[in-house]
């Protein structure tokens, strides 16, 4: 195990220490911070991190590395589940199955109790996409895990409390990344918009993922206006996707000539007005019905 000793010591005696250990060739056994005055020391060492640090020790040989893995999982989760807070925290592992890619939310934890999720809908199965199931798989590991035990923990392996996750983690990674201060609640909103917005997932489907109603996601995530431009492009994507009016489904072939070789055209079919730009099936209803 690796020992990192902070100390306070003068600049004076740090560069004497570099110079002795440059001329013997022998260095410490262990690295070595030195800070000029405790000031200095208390400046770079915040009572945050001072208490990190002290819950790092206590764990055993547990790295800084490894308490980044595990608000990684946590926060990654988050974004890309649409979770409440309490929901991901009372997460167990019997109610995750990497597997079949889904986790049952069946409970909420809140000031380090655990109860009903907050509504009837709450109660839910939620998929997984492959990202997170591979994020899920490397956090959770091989070993067999305690099916009563909680998913996400801290560095100790005690249940995450949302409040202390929010001041120790979650506000300094906005600070780092330049973001505005926001609640960790926010992760749930940024998901339903990715999800209908830039995604145009279903809202039904969104509403089965995160157990919230369809009115909320109609009201709050994403406007109902479109652009005639935008109405423009997707009907012009739709047909593109679609056979030819008058033409049978046919399997795809290789290249464009044969897609017209093997285009089948409708026999005894009258074209009326209006049949422009309609599809096949539509075509063969018409067909059926003079028939």
Known sequence: MNTVVLEVRSLADTLADATRAMKTRRS?????????????????????RWELLKALCGAGRVSIREAARRVYAFVYFRFWTGTRPSEAIALRHSFLNLKQRRFNVVASRVLGSDGRPKTRKSKRKVEIHANLADVLKDYVGSSRQDPDAFVFTTATGSPIDEANFYERHWKPML??????KRPFYNTRHTYVTVMHVDLGMPPLWICRQTGMSLAMIENHYGGGQVSAEEIDARIAEHDASRNPAGTLRTRPAKGRAAQGRNAKKISALRRRAGDRGRTGDVQLGKLAFYR
């Open 28 to 48: 410490e056994r262990e690295a070595r911070i030195a800070f000029a005055t405790p000031e200095l020391l208390w400046q770079v060492l915040t009572a945050k």
């Open 175 to 180: 600070l780092r990344l330049g973001i505005r």
